[in-house]
């Protein structure tokens, strides 16, 4: 995505936000459903973000 960018970090960081915000808002609409369902959910997803993080600063 950033070669397709010429190097810049607009496309990445567009495509990024537009992500977090559908994610996000289809966890509350399943929380709100089903807290239950939401939270098994947003556990995991927490943790593989918080990996994420982990391997993008120190690998």
């Given at each position: 995505m950033l070669a397709?960018?010429?190097?810049?970090?607009?496309?990445?960081?567009?495509?990024?936000?537009?992500?977090?915000i559908l994610a996000s808002t289809w966890l509350m609409v399943?929380?709100?459903?089903?807290?239950?369902v939401?939270?098994?959910?947003?556990?995991p997803l927490a943790l593989f973000q918080f990996g994420l993080l982990l391997f993008l600063r120190y690998a």
């Open positions: 397709m960018a010429g190097g810049r970090v607009w496309l990445f960081l567009s495509a990024k936000s537009f992500g977090t399943t929380y709100r459903k089903n807290a239950i939401g939270i098994a959910i947003a556990v």
